[in-house]
């Protein structure tokens, strides 16, 4: 009897420890379902309201991402890092955006999600955009583009992606001035027959883009047609870009000279950018384009104060973008850190089963981390000293030559002193000789005659030496000369290597032998065939060259 009274009581026992169980099981199961409504419901909300409530949906999109991680929902948290980093870019904190941006790569990337890869690589080229890395953005627009099309040939229904990276490139284009490019990439919005844009919330991005690239090339009837109807479409609708298209209103108007059409469209896009869920990197310039518009208008006060509001805005954007430049490598050293992380969790799965694997691959891990670190390190040192050296040689070289080139024009200076001073003895000797061949003349006339002929002679072979030593000297001087001035002759080129030693007309006239009135003859047909006004000095062009 005690023996089938305690058989009764282990049967009920294990049916109940089974209920039990299987209650629990049901229970966690329920919890999990109702954790991830919970958080896809609180998600959802945050992304509704981060238009008007940036801070608090940001907080709550943080805690939603963190659960979806846990629960290895990698599509509900890319599209979280999308959302913070939308909010991140509106309050200017672009080391944030970035941050998120890439974390949201690093998992599109590695669970090969094509659609987030597309929108993720469109946000981050703009991104760079903002900071004028050209490079950077055009690769990243090239490779959403050719991700978009894998997805529209796998199922050509899904032209969202590549529609919204066709717009983009049109943009890029647009902003680099190749209008044509740009107007062939909208066109190619229409993928095929069944695309109707009307329908999509692209159209008024669509019809903003196509009426600003129109005002560019100067067919303003059909800008204003395109960016009215944009206007239209977003009228009372909180969509980021609506304040681009008031400004490329104002633009059209001020184009055509309606100052006063030009400065409401502006004053609108200056509203709407100063109001919760639109595009606030705009201020500034808008701005400065109302001031254009007030000094047209030659309201000086207002053109100023609204000059001076845009300077203060862009001051403080530029020093937010030098602050996200300093923090980038950072940055980035985070999400490496951040990918690091993330691949040994991913590990650890394998790492309970096999802990000898595991203790194996850190050890791989951090000596190809040591490994990495120190050739880094090296080849850094390395290219340090080797800059280093290259500078100092460059400086070495530079101060060398300097030396080498102030030495030489010291040389020639001083030589040219030389030969002045050579060519005024001569002069002197010369009018000494003069002097007494008259004496000689009066006193000894035979003498005179014999004297005269051979001193003649000597006169010849003047000009003869001195050219030589003057072209020994100024060795480039005749060439620079007649490579200017071809048309001057043999003999205006021999006045002007004197009027380079600063001699004057007698000193010439004597080492030439020739009259006084012929080198002023000469200097006239010289100051002619070189071009020289009468306020401009023969010996100061003739000592440049």
């Not at 846990?70 to 955006?97: E, F, P, V, W």
């Amino acid at each position: 009897m005690n023996l089938i009274i305690s058989l009764l009581i282990a049967i009920n026992i294990n049916y109940t420890s089974k209920y039990l169980e299987k209650s629990d099981n049901i229970y966690i199961e329920k919890s999990i379902q109702d954790s991830t409504l919970y958080y896809t419901s609180k998600m959802k909300n945050a992304i509704n309201k981060s238009a008007l409530f940036p801070y608090a949906s940001y907080k709550s999109l943080k805690k939603s991402i963190l659960y979806f991680k846990k629960k290895k929902d990698t599509n509900r948290a890319i599209n979280g890092l999308i959302k913070m980093s939308q909010i991140q870019k509106q309050k200017r904190n672009y080391s944030k955006t970035f941050d998120h941006l890439w974390e949201a790569k690093y998992l599109s990337d590695l669970y090969h999600r094509k659609d987030q890869k597309v929108t993720i690589r469109i946000s981050l080229a703009r991104l760079y955009d903002n900071f004028n890395l050209t490079e950077q953005s055009v690769t990243l627009l090239e490779d959403a583009s050719s991700i978009a099309k894998e997805i529209y040939f796998e199922d050509n229904q899904k032209t969202e992606n590549l529609i919204s990276s066709y717009m983009y490139m049109a943009v890029r284009h647009r902003k680099s001035g190749n209008y044509k490019t740009a107007l062939a990439y909208l066109d190619s919005c229409y993928i095929n027959d069944k695309i109707n844009l009307k329908q999509r919330i692209d159209m008024p991005f669509w019809d903003a883009e196509k009426g600003k690239i129109m005002q560019k090339i100067g067919r303003n009837e059909e800008a204003g047609k395109y960016l009215h109807e944009a206007r239209d479409l977003t009228q009372n609708l909180i969509i980021t870009y609506r304040p681009n298209i008031s400004m490329y209103l104002g633009d059209l108007k001020y184009s055509i000279n309606q100052l006063d059409s030009a400065n409401y469209y502006y004053k609108e896009s200056l509203n709407l950018t100063r109001r919760k869920g639109f595009n606030n990197d705009l201020e500034g310039e808008v701005l400065l384009k109302i001031s254009k518009v007030y000094d047209k208008k030659k309201k000086t006060k207002l053109a100023y104060r609204a000059l001076s509001e845009s300077i203060t805005i862009e001051a403080e954007t530029l020093k937010d973008k030098n602050r996200t430049n300093s923090e980038l490598f950072e940055i980035k050293n985070t999400y490496l850190n951040s990918i690091s992380e993330k691949n040994e969790e991913l590990e650890k799965q394998n790492i309970i089963i096999e802990k000898n694997n595991q203790i194996q691959f850190r050890l791989k891990v951090i000596l190809g981390l040591l490994l990495l670190l120190g050739i880094i390190s090296y080849t850094f040192i390395q290219m340090r000293l080797k800059l280093k050296k290259t500078l100092l040689d460059k400086k070495e070289a530079q101060i060398k030559a300097e030396s080498n080139k102030k030495k030489s024009e010291n040389e020639i200076e001083l030589k040219s002193k030389e030969l002045t001073s050579y060519a005024l003895q001569l002069v002197d000797k010369d009018s000494a000789i003069d002097e007494l061949l008259d004496v000689l003349k009066t006193e000894a006339s035979q003498k005179y005659k014999n004297l005269y002929y051979k001193y003649k002679k000597g006169s010849k072979d003047l000009w003869d030496d001195f050219n030589l030593q003057f072209t020994s000297i100024n060795s480039a001087f005749y060439n620079k000369l007649e490579t200017l001035h071809p048309k001057l002759s043999t003999t205006e080129q021999k006045h002007c290597a004197l009027i380079k030693l600063n001699l004057g007309t007698k000193e010439m006239a004597r080492i030439l032998n020739i009259e006084a009135h012929s080198v002023h003859v000469s200097r006239s047909r010289i100051r002619k065939k070189i071009g020289l006004q009468r306020s401009e000095n023969l010996e100061k062009y003739i000592g440049s060259l």
